[in-house]
């Protein structure tokens, strides 16, 4: 499923675009946050560093949109928040690159419940096979703007 050509050529194009390098966290998905009202903690920071804040960004969209949030919501309901949280962050990103990391991630992903890594939070939304299904679709979603994205650089 994971289109070894196309990871690679993704890289690429990330290492040739040039960004800003800030400190960054590199894990911000779902267990790694606390949800409340106030001061949100994020956990687990071994793996910050200094690199593209807008990898951070599209984890926490990959990771507890896509992944987290949907079982438990519409599509829609997936989209209407998508579209609160790009106007909330109110930046200017760049698409191209925002989606290549959601691509990289998300394969990162697929390729950890292909091995039977979920985690137990995971393991209480849904199946192994129903995680699987839904991140197999959104990887398939990515691949096709990837393509168009890479082939048009």
Not at 11 to 26: A, E
Not at 43 to 69: H, R
Not at 80 to 99: A, W
Not at 106 to 114: F, G, M, P
């Given at each position: 499923m994971i289109n070894e050509k196309k990871f690679e050529d993704s890289?690429?194009?990330?290492?040739?675009?040039?960004?800003?390098?800030?400190?960054?966290?590199?894990d911000f998905t779902a267990t790694n946050y606390s949800f409340h009202i106030g001061i949100e903690p994020i956990?687990?920071?071994?793996?910050?560093?200094?690199?593209?804040?807008?990898?951070?960004?599209?984890?926490?969209?990959?990771?507890?949109?896509?992944?987290?949030?949907y079982y438990f919501h519409s599509q829609e309901f997936v989209n209407?928040?998508?579209?609160?949280?790009?106007?909330?962050?109110?930046?200017?990103?760049?698409?191209?690159?925002?989606?290549i990391y959601k691509y990289i991630h998300?394969?990162?992903?697929?390729?950890?419940?292909?091995n039977n890594r979920c985690t137990d939070l995971w393991l209480n939304i849904g199946t192994e096979q129903e995680i699987y299904n839904q991140t197999k679709n959104?990887?398939?979603?990515?691949?096709?703007?990837?393509?168009?994205?890479?082939?048009?650089?």
């Open positions: 890289v690429s194009y990330i290492l040739n675009n040039n960004y800003k390098t800030r400190f960054s966290h590199f956990y687990d920071w071994q793996t910050c560093g200094y690199g593209d804040a807008l990898y951070d960004i599209s984890i926490f969209d990959s990771s507890v949109i896509d992944e987290f949030i209407e928040l998508r579209d609160k949280f790009f106007e909330l962050l109110n930046i200017n990103i760049d698409m191209n690159r925002y989606t998300t394969s990162v992903i697929l390729w950890n419940i292909a959104q990887l398939e979603t990515l691949n096709k703007k990837v393509e168009k994205i890479i082939n048009d650089a």
